[in-house]
């Protein structure tokens, strides 16, 4: 019953479209670009073929002084794993995150640990406002277990609530253990960014659910991180304050519609919404300085040689984050040739499209495999991992990119790790509050640096 309670007031909040806080600059219909170009640039002629297409957008610089309003939520594990240090610099860091936000933003504060608290409702900042979240933000304690479907619930409803189509409406989750109850938090994370709301994930320390922290940035349209040490979260939070007001476009969505006969195979490791002539991918918020790959695997027909061939059409548009009723759309075609010629197939390979997709499909694995593990089932990881570095390492024979042999030597040590007899850390116990990171075991940090490395690939950050 909360769970329906919680959509519905989801979908209430969204449809009154409250435009709260003062209006602010809008960004340029050139903030985005959209380009494209193909793995090869014939198909053989007289068969039907696979050929990868790659889809990229790209960011212009904007103008330092628009400032989108942001209507934030920060939701803070304060369960007992994060004793000590941890929390001690999560409200170090807390802090932190409210001196970078400006008056006129909005901040909501909520706990998690044996109960979910809101323990500064949203509010405008301002000089009283900043005052109480202080005292309330000092008053966090470590205790009990780890109630983050509840605590990620509130968060979201503390930013819907004071929904602002004008500006950033955004959830940070900071977790260190494995949730009481994940059932229902990947769809809580959906539904939020169907309602414009994105969730910036943020892993602690070595314990947390690395697989289930990052699909809910994802399905939300948000990002995820990785922070080893808690000494950085400060940090984390100050940047992602800056991401926040740097963003150049909501609401970003990538439609595909193929040519005659071809047929889209996948857009890897993304989810693709089937349309009456295509797919459609959400992307949620683009940050100035990203950059996004989509690989999108495609059958083509036969053609006879010579013939030239339609394959893609791409769209894409995006939403003004300080003027919602505007909406930026920028479009790109994609065509082949067919041929005969053996000489002509090779000499038509993108050395470029060709790494790029194998980055991003060794990613997609890594992450696949990691949940695998997660789930009890180390051995088909296993397997699966063997088959991803088999073909890896034959790419990088021909592949100079030090960040391909840096995520090859992840995926490598990811393997190690998984033939020790471990598996990813299902379950939160309690740490020394003066154990360091480096005491933590070897087998989960391989895991969360080879996650960490394979979702920034995937989502391009």
């Known amino acids: 019953m909360r769970r329906t309670l919680f959509f519905l007031c989801l979908a209430l909040f969204s449809s009154l479209a409250a435009c709260a806080g003062a209006q602010r600059h809008a960004r340029t219909p050139d903030a985005l670009s959209l380009g494209g170009d193909l793995a090869n640039r014939f198909v053989p002629a007289g068969a039907r073929s696979s050929l990868?297409?790659?889809?990229?957008?790209?960011?212009?610089?904007?103008?330092?002084?628009?400032?989108?309003?942001?209507?934030?939520?920060?939701?803070?594990?304060?369960?007992?794993?994060?004793?000590?240090?941890?929390m001690d610099d999560a409200r170090a860091a807390s802090l932190v995150l409210l001196d970078a936000l400006r008056d006129g933003d909005r901040l909501a504060v909520v706990t998690f640990d044996s109960r979910s608290e809101v323990i500064f409702p949203s509010a405008e900042l301002d000089a009283a406002h900043r005052a109480d979240a202080r005292r309330r933000i000092g008053a966090m304690r470590a205790r009990g277990t780890t109630d983050m479907a509840n605590g990620l619930r509130l968060g979201v409803e503390q930013v819907a609530a004071h929904l602002n189509t004008a500006g950033i409406n955004r959830v940070v989750l900071l977790g260190d253990g494995v949730p009481n109850e994940a059932a229902g938090i990947e769809a809580m994370a959906t539904s939020a960014g169907q309602h414009g709301i994105t969730i910036t994930a943020m892993g602690l320390g070595l314990e947390y659910n690395e697989t289930l922290m990052g699909a809910v940035a994802q399905r939300s349209g948000g990002h995820f991180h990785y922070i080893e040490d808690s000494a950085a979260v400060a940090t984390?939070?100050?940047?992602?304050?800056?991401?926040?007001?740097?963003?150049?476009?909501?609401?970003?969505?990538?439609?595909?519609?193929?040519?005659?006969?071809?047929?889209?195979e996948a857009v890897v490791g993304h989810e693709a919404t089937r349309t009456t002539t295509g797919v459609q991918v959400s992307l949620g918020e683009i940050t100035e300085g990203a950059t996004r790959d989509l690989i999108v695997r495609l059958s083509v027909p036969s053609h006879r040689a010579g013939s030239p061939v339609e394959l893609i059409d791409a769209r894409l548009a995006w939403n003004d984050p300080a003027s919602p009723s505007v909406r930026y759309e920028r479009d790109v075609f994609l065509g082949a040739h067919a041929t005969s010629d053996t000489a002509e197939i090779e000499g038509g390979r993108s050395a470029e499209v060709e790494a790029v997709a194998a980055q991003v499909?060794?990613?997609?694995?890594?992450?696949?495999?990691?949940?695998?593990?997660?789930?009890?089932?180390?051995?088909?990881?296993?397997?699966?991992?063997?088959?991803?570095?088999?073909?890896?390492?034959?790419?990088?024979?021909?592949?100079?990119?030090?960040?391909?042999?840096?995520?090859?030597?992840?995926?490598?040590?990811?393997?190690?790790?998984?033939?020790?007899?471990?598996?990813?850390?299902t379950a939160s116990p309690s740490r020394s509050a003066d154990a360091p990171a480096a005491s933590a075991p070897p087998t989960q940090a391989a895991v969360n640096s080879a996650h960490d490395e394979a979702l920034s690939v995937i989502d391009g950050y």
């Open 361 to 425: 499909t060794l990613a997609v694995g890594t992450v696949a495999a990691i949940r695998d593990a997660r789930n009890g089932n180390v051995e088909q990881a296993g397997a699966q991992l063997d088959q991803l570095l088999d073909s890896a390492r034959e790419v990088a024979q021909t592949r100079t990119s030090a960040a391909y042999h840096r995520q090859v030597s992840n995926v490598s040590s990811l393997r190690r790790a998984l033939a020790s007899g471990s598996r990813p850390s």
């Open 236 to 264: 984390a939070f100050r940047t992602e304050v800056l991401r926040m007001e740097r963003v150049v476009a909501r609401n970003a969505v990538v439609t595909l519609n193929p040519g005659p006969d071809v047929q889209i």
């Open 52 to 86: 990868v297409a790659r889809i990229h957008l790209g960011t212009a610089a904007t103008d330092p002084s628009v400032h989108p309003p942001i209507n934030l939520a920060l939701v803070v594990d304060t369960s007992g794993s994060m004793e000590g240090r941890a």
